[in-house]
C-alpha cells in the first residue's frame, strides 16, 4: 500500500505550458506539503496545508496554486512553466501537530524545455 | 528555528559503525530531533527521532546529549544500501508545520 502517491512520475514540458501535479495519501493525515528539490539536492518547502487550509506559502511565485479538494489530497498546478521550474517536487504528509515526521512521496521529476 | 550543521559527506566502508553528527545550537525546549533518510529518485524517509539521552530501533539509534545542542546518528554495520543522503531536522516552527531541511549529509558506503 503506497502511502503518499504521487502522479506523474516524470513530466516533460515546454516552457510556457502549465501542468498539474496530484498528490494523494491514505493516512488519515491532517497536514500536506509541496517541497521543491532542484539540481543541487537543496530541500525547499513551498506550501503546507492543515486540513484543507493554506499554512504555509514560501515565497512560491504566484504561477504555483496548490489545490486541496479534501485533506487527503493536495494538487500543484503549474501555470506558464519556466526553465527555472525543472525540478523534483516531492509532496509529503504529517499528522496534526509540532515535531510530527514526514511521510513523503517518491517525487514527480519535472523537466521544462 | 534551530538552525541545523551536518558534514557535507562521509564515506565508510561496509560492516563499519557510522556516526553523523548533527549541531543544533538553538534547539528550543520543544523541539524534537528528527532524522530523514533519502535514497537517489526516492523522497525522503524517517529513520528515527528523538528528545534527550538514546533512543534505538531496528535501523538506527540517535545519541542526544544532555544540553541538545548536538546529536549523532548511529548506523550500525553499514551496507552498500546504506548509501543515502541523511537529513537531521529540529522542531518546527510553532504552529506553522514549517520543516526546514539542512544539505544533508552524503554517506558513501563502500565495498
Known amino acids: 500500500d503506497t502511502a503518499v502517491s504521487q502522479t506523474p512520475k516524470y513530466l516533460v514540458t515546454q516552457m510556457g505550458n502549465d501542468k498539474s501535479i496530484k498528490c494523494e495519501q491514505n493516512?488519515?493525515?491532517?497536514?500536506m506539503y509541496w517541497y521543491k528539490q532542484d539540481s543541487k539536492k537543496f530541500l525547499k518547502i513551498m506550501f503546507s496545508?492543515?486540513?484543507?487550509?493554506?499554512?504555509i506559502n514560501e515565497t512560491v511565485p504566484n504561477r504555483f496554486s496548490p489545490k486541496s479538494p479534501d485533506k487527503a489530497h493536495l494538487n500543484l498546478h503549474i501555470n506558464s512553466l519556466e526553465l527555472g521550474d525543472s525540478a523534483v517536487y516531492f509532496c509529503?504528509?504529517?499528522?496534526?501537530?509540532?515535531?510530527?515526521?514526514?511521510?513523503f512521496g517518491n517525487g514527480t521529476r519535472l523537466t521544462v524545455t | 528555528l534551530a538552525k541545523t550543521t551536518q558534514p557535507i559527506s562521509m564515506d565508510s566502508y561496509e560492516g563499519q559503525e557510522v556516526n553523523i553528527t548533527c549541531s543544533h545550537n538553538?534547539?528550543?525546549?520543544?523541539?524534537?530531533i528528527t532524522w530523514y533518510q533519502q535514497f537517489p529518485s526516492q523522497g525522503p524517509r524517517f529513520i528515527i527521532q528523538g528528545y534527550k539521552t538514546k533512543v534505538t530501533n531496528e535501523v538506527a539509534s540517535l545519541f542526544i546529549p544532555a544540553d541538545r545542542k548536538s546529536s549523532t546518528l548511529s548506523l550500525p554495520r553499514v551496507s552498500l544500501s546504506d548509501t543515502a543522503v541523511y537529513y537531521c531536522l529540529v522542531g518546527d516552527i510553532p504552529g506553522t508545520y514549517k520543516y526546514i531541511f539542512g544539505t544533508g549529509t552524503r554517506l558513501k558506503v563502500l565495498a
Open positions: 509529503a504528509s504529517s499528522p496534526l501537530g509540532s515535531n510530527s515526521p514526514l511521510h
Open positions: 496545508y492543515n486540513n484543507k487550509e493554506l499554512i
Open positions: 538553538n534547539i528550543a525546549t520543544n523541539d524534537y
Open positions: 493516512l488519515g493525515h491532517d497536514t
